[in-house]
């Protein structure tokens, strides 16, 4: 083990070393019941009962019950001692750890965050202010117990102490020499809970990235190898505690066998019967419960505190060539490896790697998007390292694979209903939509009314319980991923930006783009300050130093390049000013796709040719002219946003 939790454990003796002794006696008040018990059951039964004398026995008994009491305002005042013991160790430990957190962070700033210290501070400081207490309690209570009890042995006849010093003397040398491996395979516990909550940190932070790459079974995989590990470690301490109960058998129960197997030899020596009953008090009473303390203490809270120590201590010594700590495995590695697919995200958690297959990152619904974390699969696009390929040897029709083609963009809802657990609510009930080809629909309603679940169903993305989505003719169901992917584009409101160059972002939805198209997109979509501001195409991008707007235009040049026939922005330009959100919308509204915009905005619906205003399972279509007329809640909605109605008229 680290030799420094002894240093600290002994630094901080010497420092409370006025609290240490006000907690030693009050030990001393409580180990009274301890030192007397077993002499007063001898005066007792010899003085007492056996010589016929019933009043006197019950008198010593009677003095037995007052040492108890005075053991129990020992015990009282000796907890309360604790405190003034455990609560500044505690102040310590919480500066060392964030000392070490805040150092480790400023040294490495490119690097995810340091959850690992996250959890020393919060959980591993609490078990060793809880374990630092219960060791401190235990090992002063056996001291004092002992010697107690020892010295009451010695008073009731000095050859009772044969019985119990030489197994007492076994058990905690047993103890101790197992104490070493114990404390080891703690520590591999420790840091197997560790490696876990980095690994689940870094898998909750790039979830997208994982989906994005298709890495699901490479997590899987890993983190349930973190798991199993811990497992296994933990099945070695278990194994290796039942030492303890060895122990505790050698030394508290061999010593009450001992003293009734050698009763015989004892009474024919002159011990007398109340000094061999007193002698089985003692030890029953006194060392047992003591020494149990004292083995399930430090064989557990114990090597909790030095296991804890240790990594605290190391979390605080600052190491510049890297992370420290146990779990630096596929997590903690910076560079690039394309086949560990679940690396972090940047500190924004926007970014990742170059996704492989073509498939765009699950995004979880933030903010304005109802359900459960739906994984939003934009529009399928090849691989730009496949892009040499010949496009009619990687299409499903040259494989043998080919299903219906939707003709074009006209969407189709029949009876839909949807709920997100058979016995909840319907979130859509018996919805009949259609849209003919190159329709602009707005969807409104109030947050949580439903627009985010509409546009995942009609984006194949969620299934209808009831009812069927049509996308050119064809049930959205019934279309292979990639012919799906190749006839939508869905955006959600958290946009997806991966670390890589900026026109790898922009292509990766048509990676065979002309330059003199990729500039068309981006001036429709009204990108073109943050190219510049980025340094052209081929600049790097870091989409930590993107604020939330700059990577919602990244992700509508990237939705506008590609011909799918549908296009579906779920609050995709929430992060826009008015101006921006209105020229983004206009760039797709001119093309001849099929529109849907989930409105942030109710300017949106302005510039739509039909409204769908969603209310729960209700919903009201029309143009915005009869809506005002005919819907009470589009009105409400309208009168939210006058002022911005007016100046969508203005313009």
Same mark, same amino acid.
């Given at each position: 083990?680290?030799?420094?939790?002894?240093?600290?454990?002994?630094?901080?003796?010497?420092?409370?070393?006025?609290?240490?002794?006000?907690?030693?006696?009050?030990?001393?008040?409580?180990?009274?019941?301890?030192?007397?018990?077993?002499?007063?059951?001898?005066?007792?039964?010899?003085?007492?009962?056996?010589?016929?004398?019933?009043?006197?026995?019950?008198?010593?008994?009677?003095?037995?019950?007052?040492?108890?009491?005075?053991?129990?305002?020992?015990?009282?005042?000796?907890?309360?001692?604790?405190?003034?013991?455990?609560?500044?160790?505690?102040?310590?430990?919480?500066?060392?750890?964030?000392?070490?957190?805040?150092?480790?962070?400023?040294?490495?700033?490119?690097?995810?965050?340091?959850?690992?210290?996250?959890?020393?501070?919060?959980?591993?400081?609490?078990?060793?202010?809880?374990?630092?207490?219960?060791?401190?309690?235990?090992?002063?209570?056996?001291?004092?117990?002992?010697?107690?009890?020892?010295?009451?042995?010695?008073? #009731?006849? =000095? +050859? /009772?102490?044969? $019985? !119990?010093?030489?197994?007492?003397?076994? &058990? *905690?040398? @047993?103890?101790?020499?197992?104490?070493?491996?114990?404390?080891?395979?703690?520590?591999?516990?420790?840091?197997?809970?560790?490696?876990?909550?980095?690994?689940?940190?870094?898998?909750?932070?790039?979830?997208?990235?994982?989906?994005?790459?298709?890495?699901?079974?490479?997590?899987?995989?890993?983190?349930?190898?973190?798991?199993?590990?811990?497992?296994?470690?933990?099945?070695?301490?278990?194994?290796?505690?039942?030492?303890?109960?060895?122990?505790?058998?050698?030394?508290?129960?061999?010593?009450?066998?001992?003293?009734?197997?050698?009763?015989?030899?004892?009474?024919?020596?002159?011990?007398?019967?109340?000094?061999?009953?007193?002698?089985?008090?003692?030890?029953?009473?006194? #060392?047992? =419960? +003591? /020494?149990?303390? $004292? !083995?399930?203490?430090?064989?557990?809270? &114990? *090597?909790? @505190?030095?296991?804890?120590?240790?990594?605290?201590?190391?979390?605080?010594?600052?190491?510049?060539?890297?992370?420290?700590?146990?779990?630096?495995?596929?997590?903690?590695?910076?560079?690039?490896?394309?086949?560990?697919?679940?690396?972090?995200?940047?500190?924004?958690?926007?970014?990742?790697?170059?996704?492989?297959?073509?498939?765009?990152?699950?995004?979880?619904?933030?903010?304005?998007?109802?359900?459960?974390?739906?994984?939003?699969?934009?529009?399928?696009?090849?691989?730009?390292?496949?892009?040499?390929?010949?496009?009619?040897?990687?299409?499903?029709?040259?494989?043998?694979?080919?299903?219906?083609?939707?003709?074009?963009?006209?969407?189709?809802?029949?009876?839909?209903?949807?709920?997100? +657990?058979?016995?909840?609510?319907?979130?859509?009930?018996?919805?009949?939509?259609?849209?003919?080809?190159?329709?602009?629909?707005?969807?409104?309603?109030?947050?949580?009314?439903?627009?985010?679940?509409?546009?995942?169903?009609?984006?194949?993305?969620?299934?209808?319980?009831?009812?069927?989505?049509?996308?050119?003719?064809?049930?959205?169901?019934?279309?292979?991923?990639?012919?799906?992917?190749?006839?939508?584009?869905?955006?959600?409101?958290?946009?997806?930006?991966?670390?890589?160059?900026?026109?790898?972002?922009?292509?990766?939805?048509?990676?065979?783009?002309?330059?003199?198209?990729?500039?068309?997109?981006?001036?429709?979509?009204?990108?073109?300050?943050?190219?510049?501001?980025?340094?052209?195409?081929?600049?790097?991008?870091?989409?930590?130093?993107?604020?939330?707007?700059?990577?919602?235009?990244?992700?509508?040049?990237?939705?506008?390049?590609?011909?799918?026939?549908?296009?579906?922005?779920?609050?995709?330009?929430?992060?826009?000013?008015?101006?921006?959100?209105?020229?983004?919308?206009?760039?797709?509204?001119?093309?001849?796709?099929?529109?849907?915009?989930?409105?942030?905005?109710?300017?949106?619906?302005?510039?739509?040719?039909?409204?769908?205003?969603?209310?729960?399972?209700?919903?009201?279509?029309?143009?915005?002219?009869?809506?005002?007329?005919?819907?009470?809640?589009?009105?409400?909605?309208?009168?939210?946003?006058?002022?911005?109605?007016?100046?969508?008229?203005?313009?």
């Amino acid at each position: 083990m680290n030799p420094a939790p002894g240093a600290l454990l002994r630094s901080t003796l010497r420092t409370r070393r006025r609290e240490f002794v006000r907690l030693t006696w009050w030990s001393l008040v409580e180990a009274v019941p301890a030192l007397l018990s077993g002499w007063l059951v001898a005066r007792a039964v010899d003085d007492g009962f056996l010589a016929g004398r019933s009043a006197a026995g019950l008198g010593w008994l009677g003095l037995l019950a007052a040492a108890v009491l005075v053991g129990a305002w020992g015990t009282r005042h000796a907890t309360l001692q604790l405190a003034a013991v455990v609560e500044p160790f505690r102040d310590e430990l919480v500066t060392l750890a964030t000392t070490g957190t805040l150092h480790r962070s400023s040294l490495h700033a490119g690097r995810p965050a340091d959850t690992a210290g996250v959890a020393r501070l919060t959980e591993q400081v609490e078990i060793a202010r809880e374990s630092y207490g219960a060791v401190v309690m235990f090992v002063q209570s056996f001291a004092v117990t002992t010697v107690s009890v020892l010295l009451g042995l010695a008073a #009731l006849d =000095p +050859a /009772l102490l044969l $019985f !119990v010093v030489p197994p007492l003397l076994a &058990g *905690l040398t @047993l103890f101790l020499l197992a104490l070493r491996a114990m404390a080891a395979r703690q520590r591999a516990v420790v840091l197997a809970d560790e490696a876990i909550a980095e690994q689940v940190s870094t898998v909750a932070g790039g979830l997208r990235d994982v989906t994005a790459c298709g890495a699901e079974d490479v997590v899987r995989r890993r983190v349930g190898a973190r798991i199993d590990e811990a497992a296994s470690a933990a099945r070695a301490l278990a194994r290796l505690t039942a030492l303890r109960t060895a122990a505790l058998g050698v030394g508290g129960w061999l010593p009450i066998v001992l003293i009734l197997a050698g009763a015989p030899w004892l009474v024919r020596s002159g011990v007398t019967a109340g000094a061999i009953l007193g002698a089985l008090t003692y030890v029953a009473q006194g #060392l047992q =419960p +003591a /020494l149990r303390g $004292f !083995v399930q203490g430090l064989g557990g809270s &114990g *090597l909790w @505190l030095l296991v804890t120590l240790g990594r605290i201590l190391e979390a605080a010594e600052v190491r510049g060539a890297g992370r420290e700590g146990p779990a630096a495995g596929w997590g903690a590695s910076t560079a690039p490896d394309p086949a560990a697919a679940s690396r972090s995200p940047e500190a924004s958690g926007h970014a990742g790697p170059r996704p492989k297959d073509g498939r765009v990152a699950a995004e979880v619904g933030g903010a304005g998007q109802e359900g459960p974390a739906a994984a939003w699969g934009a529009s399928t696009a090849p691989d730009p390292a496949a892009a040499a390929t010949p496009a009619a040897s990687r299409s499903p029709e040259a494989s043998g694979h080919a299903g219906p083609r939707p003709k074009d963009g006209r969407v189709e809802l029949r009876g839909v209903t949807f709920g997100y +657990a058979p016995s909840a609510e319907p979130v859509l009930q018996s919805l009949d939509l259609s849209l003919a080809p190159g329709t602009h629909l707005a969807v409104v309603g109030p947050s949580g009314a439903g627009k985010s679940t509409l546009a995942a169903l009609i984006a194949g993305v969620l299934e209808p319980q009831v009812g069927q989505v049509r996308l050119g003719g064809v049930p959205v169901r019934t279309l292979d991923p990639g012919r799906l992917g190749r006839s939508r584009v869905l955006i959600p409101q958290e946009a997806y930006v991966f670390a890589d160059t900026l026109r790898e972002n922009l292509t990766y939805l048509l990676p065979t783009a002309t330059r003199p198209t990729l500039d068309a997109a981006v001036h429709a979509i009204g990108a073109d300050p943050l190219v510049e501001r980025l340094g052209g195409y081929d600049a790097p991008v870091n989409p930590a130093l993107l604020s939330a707007g700059e990577r919602q235009l990244i992700a509508l040049v990237r939705a506008l390049l590609p011909p799918a026939p549908l296009v579906l922005l779920d609050e995709a330009t929430c992060h826009l000013d008015p101006a921006a959100e209105a020229v983004a919308e206009r760039a797709f509204a001119s093309r001849r796709s099929t529109l849907i915009v989930c409105a942030h905005r109710i300017s949106s619906a302005l510039r739509a040719d039909l409204v769908l205003v969603m209310d729960g399972p209700r919903c009201t279509l029309g143009t915005h002219d009869q809506l005002l007329a005919d819907c009470a809640l589009y009105r409400d909605l309208i009168g939210h946003w006058d002022q911005a109605t007016a100046d969508v008229r203005r313009g």
